[in-house]
Nanobody, 127 residues
Framework: QVQLVESGGGSVQAGGSLRLSCAVSGDTYSPNCMAWFRQAPGKGREGVAAANTGGITTYYADSVKGRFTISQDNAKNTFYLQMNSLKPDDTAMYYC????????????????????WGQGTQVTVSS
């Protein structure tokens, strides 16, 4: 049974930073694509960032480019989302997601293409 467990959410003032973690476990599972999504109240879930295994190729939503960084620690089976210069618009529930059947590619931000999800961690940015 593959499990993804997020941590690291919280409340921060605008301009601050947070680092989210996603621990992946279960039967030597090795995803090809790992991603972060977020969902703000009253809005749909949107892709924030993704990376292929090895982290050589990364993808970011335009709204977070230059502020967020996705990374991974293969030894710990954990991937991260470093979020800097946070804005109130970044307030949302953040979810990590993973899939093995395909690398990220052009569909990295389609939630329907991911079959493993974490439970979510809340990020609140105050002005």
């Amino acid at each position: 049974q593959v499990q993804l467990v997020e941590s690291g959410g919280g409340s921060v003032q605008a301009g601050g930073s947070l680092r989210l973690s996603c621990a992946v476990s279960g039967d030597t599972y090795s995803p090809n694509c790992m991603a972060w999504f977020r969902q703000a109240p009253g809005k749909g879930r949107e892709g924030v960032a993704a990376a292929n295994t090895g982290g050589i190729t990364t993808y970011y939503a335009d709204s977070v480019k230059g502020r967020f960084t996705i990374s991974q620690d293969n030894a710990k089976n954990t991937f991260y989302l470093q979020m800097n210069s946070l804005k109130p618009d970044d307030t949302a529930m953040y979810y990590c997601a993973a899939r093995r059947w395909m690398a990220c590619g052009g569909i990295w931000d389609r939630e329907s293409e991911f079959n493993h999800w974490g439970q979510g961690t809340q990020v609140t940015v105050s002005s």
